[in-house]
């Protein structure tokens, strides 16, 4: 254990000195592997073995899947179907912000796509509209990460598969606390922004006009629409594998891209295929090293003294929900999404399931613990990433984002540790128990 953690010291201290992400844990899975007398030549084929697995491959499927459809004009469409329903209201652009965010990773699973296909347009849309540019960005970081929770989930995919858990129930435990959050952050946008003499509203339309501005959308966006109904669909209709519903979204986000929204030409299909295969090489090579790690810790039984030493603290389950929480929210805010979920799935899930915890309840504490930890400082990746966008200092946007984290994901956070019904009631409804 003392080497374990040693090794977890050396981990966040490269990546504070911004080593890369996959040679940090490359570098600390291989010290820890070579301080405990591990053989690396049996570590390195498992992990190759586990990170070339068929359920894997629903990664780079989704990478691809998400990438078409951000080029393909899809972000355009939902934005323009979402602000048909609220966007003439005060505040209404941060709510469609919030919904579009929601919609998006319903299609992509990736945060970061999130921001990148909605934050360059709402950012730039809400200041103009007078709403204050700190608000914006944190608005587009905190409503990134409900990708995390909305299927399909890539980090949730790789929790599941890391774990040996069902991808498909694992899908299901964060849909309720994925809407619930959609819904609050909405809320709290309204509420903060209520007294803001700022914000241009357009003037109302009438009933006949709204109506046809909402089927003009609804029709627009038809087809982006559909594209998490037949993802999921042929997931829990038991038509598909997670797998190959990855590979019927790529299938299907071709052709919408070209021919539909014809956001896509034959040459940026090029440049879209190179971009999906180098963000897959990059989370690839932190798999690879996160499983050579994983494979040791299990060796050395880290996971047995670790749930060892949070029983002698207590043997409460929910005390020690409450520390491997605060746990899980550090690992957040060091390390991103992907690491994150190999990470709680080696540590934790064994601790989890020796207390009696349904995992599938864990799984979705993991992904809220985690959206939360990705826009908590110091590291704070997908905060930094909207920093980036709105090319604001941390300064002018730290504010309103702990607002959003302390009075919208905190407490969401807590109400899915400690109300397992919450993450629990779909998957026992769609799959059984």
Known sequence: MTIF??????????????IPVAFSFGIGALTF??????NISFLIPHGFKTASGFALLALPLFIFAGILMAEGGISDRLLNFVNAFVGRIKGGLGAVTVLTCALFGAISGSSSAAIAAIGQIMIPRMVREGYPEGHATALVACSSVLALMIPPSIPMIIFSITGGLSVGAAFLSTIIPGIMLTLLYCILNFWFLRNNEHIKVEAPLSFKEATVGVAKAGYSAGFALLMPIIILGAIY??????????AIAVIYAIPVGLFVYKGLSLRS?????????TMTGSIMAVLFFLFI???AMILEQVPKELAEALLQISDNKY???????????????IVDDISGSVLAAVIFLPVIQQLGIDPIHFAAVVGVNLGLGNVSPPCAPMLYMAGGVSKLSLDKYIKPTLKFLCFGHLPMVLLVTFVPELSLFLPNLVMGN
């Open 5 to 18: 953690l040693l090794t977890m010291l050396l981990v966040v201290i490269l990546l504070l000195a911004e």
């Open 33 to 38: 592997a070579y301080t405990t007398g591990n």
């Open 237 to 246: 209709s038991g038509i598909a594998t997670p797998t190959e519903a990855a």
């Open 269 to 277: 299909l090029g440049s879209v295929t190179v971009r999906a295969v």
């Open 293 to 295: 790690m994983s494979r």
């Open 319 to 333: 005390v020690i929900l409450l520390l491997i929480n605060v746990l899980l929210l550090l690992i957040g805010m």
